[in-house]
């Protein structure tokens, strides 16, 4: 017999690679892309408001800063006939001119940024990506204006109104992309010169002294300030002059921060180019990740809609089954009933009520296809198919369903939603559900601790207030924990439990979905929930009645909760570290609902990269005051290093370098941010003047965000 092997017809949307499409996906590793050669551009802009607009004064660019570089010339020294650079390198556009300052060429107009932009399309005969600080709330927003004014449509990556990246397309092969610095060296410009040990002029004060704002200034800053304007006091102020000295000296910073960045970042990754290849410092640090670090079929990518919702009911189907249930004095069998959901052949149903040979149907507007939100057949959903196709499968769903002579109603998110607007009694029930159903992996990840235990106190005798810091946290944590890795084992359980200590949970190293008790009375509350109608409030309580009927807080010396434990308890999503802890401390878990067990996990995940990036801080710092000069205490340090972290320090290399030691706390604390990434906050942008594409858009419910420009 000859055997005939079967492949999925398309790579996976996800991952790129040909697989089952039940098995879970995987982050594949990186390789360097080949160096192209490509022009580097820091530039900056200073404004003057003086001109009334519709919505206050506008923002009229009066001077331009452009410094210009490639890897070639930053490699090989500056190349005189260098193609990608062109003839000049230091450039400005101003609408005055200036002797002071020196610069290649001075572009003397009435319209600077015109002439900027006219500049960067017309002179680019390479890739551009070109960078301004804190651009993407200023910078690039002027940019693009113009750029729209002249009828180019660039691609925009933004969150609200911030910038981050922004591409147009020049000529047929390359691109001018617009970036913000911040976003890779997350500080002031003015601090950039002493983190990297930049050899470039301080920036300088400008322009008066009302205008300073001096009494904003850190106690440092201002000390340099005073000595600086008891010097220059009594010297005439030549805007023209000032405004070019200031701005020229902006750009020679920002250059000078971003190869030096950009050197250090390809000595540590093997030759990634983060100025061409990363938008964030966390992508920087997950690219680094994948290319040096990762190993194949590895760490796995949760899927869109979690590990067991693929073929469970969604919350929403959940809280309105259990609403209509109370509300039509109906039992409504569904995915958790003790006899699972009604089937007919081979299709199952959300809900199904004997009595009345009902059949239940709850449909995901963007996953089912809904026609008010999706009105054209075309467009894509998050499955893969069309909103048409998707029709069709659901119409044949329900005929065959029907067929058994039972009534079917269908009832939509959008409608649903409406419901909840109108009905104030179905929006409580909603909020009430108590969740028992698939895991949602995000809702086990919480913001941080910020509550003080004590606002204020004062120093009594022989008392003194001590701040005591946690240093490396984040390094600490990835070089010293077990990390799971592949795909979990889901149960699906619903068990009845008495959780008291935390040998009672068997499950090691998982994430649970389960019902917890405080404790009444404990110092530091373990587990935290979220409460209001978005959960926007994160809270530690003692009590979930308490804190939802108090959810601004409230202090009450004399309070007393009176409520009962299943009154204080909530549904609590969290990994079994965090669930053991809880257990310690008197915490009772009564109900069991999910499980999502990890079978392997990985204690050197992040050690390698934990590793490398902390010896080059280490080295990068030098001794520390305390050990400088003490050899035995060095060689002790160095030894502590290699035994307790595997940190293979070298005395040599021991020498403070600003750059090196910035650069290494930035990738320390960045890359495991970008493991808890949203599916949304980023947004793309389609900037259009032609009617039948903005048609497209505007008609099209489904997408949030329609911006007019008239």
């Not at 390198?89 to 003397?108: A, C, E, G, H, L």
């Not at 869109?304 to 609403?323: I, P, V």
């Not at 009933?337 to 009345?356: H, L």
Request: with cysteine; glycine share 6%.
């Amino acid at each position: 017999m000859v055997g005939r092997a079967t492949f999925a017809p398309n790579a996976c949307t996800t991952c790129s690679s040909y697989h089952d499409p039940k098995r879970g996906c995987y982050i594949k590793p990186l390789a360097i892309k080949p160096p192209k050669a490509y022009r580097i551009i820091a530039f900056d802009f200073e404004t003057m408001q003086y001109r009334e607009g519709e919505n206050g004064k506008i923002h009229d660019v009066n001077f331009i800063g452009v410094k210009v570089n490639c890897p070639g010339c930053i490699t090989n020294g500056p190349d005189p006939e260098c193609i990608a650079c062109g003839e000049h390198r230091t450039i400005t556009f101003s609408t005055r001119p200036f002797k002071n300052t020196p610069v290649d060429i001075q572009n003397v107009t009435e319209y600077p940024l015109e002439e900027f932009v006219s500049w960067i399309i017309d002179s680019s005969v390479t890739d551009t990506v070109a960078f301004s600080h804190f651009g993407g709330r200023f910078d690039m927003v002027l940019v693009f204006k113009e750029l729209f004014l002249r009828g180019l449509t660039p691609d925009m990556i933004k969150k609200g109104n911030k910038l981050y990246e922004m591409k147009v397309k020049v000529g047929k092969k390359n691109w001018v992309i617009f970036r913000d610095t911040f976003n890779l060296m997350p500080m002031s410009l003015a601090s950039l010169v002493p983190a990297f040990a930049l050899s470039v002029e301080d920036k300088p004060f400008f322009p008066h002294m009302e205008d300073y704002l001096a009494d904003g200034m850190m106690p440092e800053k201002r000390a340099q300030f005073d000595e600086w304007f008891e010097k220059h006091k009594d010297e005439p102020f030549n805007l023209d002059e000032s405004l070019a000295s200031y701005c020229t000296n902006d750009v020679e910073i920002l250059m000078a921060a971003l190869v030096a960045f950009r050197r250090e970042f390809l000595n540590v990754s093997n030759g990634l180019d983060v100025l061409r290849e990363a938008m964030t410092i966390a992508s920087a640090c997950m690219k680094h990740f994948r290319t040096n670090h990762l190993q194949s079929q590895h760490l796995g990518i949760v899927p869109e809609k979690g590990y067991d919702n693929a073929d469970n009911q969604s919350l929403l189907a959940l809280r309105f089954l259990s609403w209509y249930a109370e509300e039509h004095k109906v039992n409504i069998r569904n995915a958790y009933s003790k006899e699972g959901e009604k089937r007919f052949g081979n299709y199952r149903v959300d809900g199904w009520v004997e009595e009345k040979k009902l059949v239940i149907e709850v449909n995901g507007c963007c996953w089912h296809g809904c026609k008010k939100c999706f009105p054209d057949d075309e467009i894509r959903l998050p499955n893969g198919v069309t909103a048409g196709v998707q029709r069709e499968r659901d119409e044949r769903r329900l005929e065959f369903i029907e067929s058994f002579g039972v009534n079917v109603e269908v009832y939509w998110e959008c409608d649903i939603s409406v419901m909840l607007l109108r009905n104030k009694v179905m929006r409580l029930k909603f909020k009430n559900y108590l969740d028992n159903g698939p895991i949602d992996i995000r809702s086990a990840f919480f913001g941080g601790r910020t509550g003080p235990l004590k606002l204020f106190h004062k120093t009594g005798e022989g008392q003194k207030i001590s701040y005591y810091d946690v240093t490396s946290l984040y390094p600490f944590i990835n070089m010293t924990t077990r990390y799971p890795i592949g795909h979990p084992e889901v149960h699906i359980l619903n068990n009845d439990v008495n959780w008291t200590q935390p040998s009672d949970n068997t499950f090691e190293l998982a994430l649970l979905k389960v019902f917890v008790i405080p404790p009444r009375s404990i110092d530091i509350p373990v587990l935290p929930m979220k409460i209001g109608y978005d959960d926007e409030r994160l809270l530690f309580p003692l009590c979930s009645t308490c804190a939802k009927e108090h959810p601004n807080g409230d202090v009450n010396e004399n309070y007393s909760c009176k409520h009962t434990d299943q009154q204080r308890g909530w549904v609590s999503t969290c990994t079994s570290i965090e669930l053991n802890e809880a257990l310690k401390e008197g915490y009772v878990v009564t109900k069991v609902f999910r499980v999502l067990e990890y079978k392997n996990y990985d204690d050197n995940l992040f050690r390698p990269y934990i590793r490398e990036f902390m010896a080059q801080k280490i080295h990068a710092s030098g001794f520390d005051y305390d050990i400088k000069g003490n050899r035995q205490k060095e060689e002790n340090f160095i030894k502590e290093c290699k035994e307790k972290f595997g940190i293979i320090i070298e005395r040599e290399k021991m020498k403070v370098n600003k750059g090196k030691r910035t650069q290494a706390k930035l990738c320390l604390n960045n890359l495991w941010g970008r493991f808890s990434l949203r599916n949304f906050g980023l947004s793309q942008c389609v900037v259009t003047d032609d009617p039948a594409v903005y048609t497209k858009y505007s008609d099209d419910p489904s997408l949030e965000e329609i911006i007019r420009m008239l």
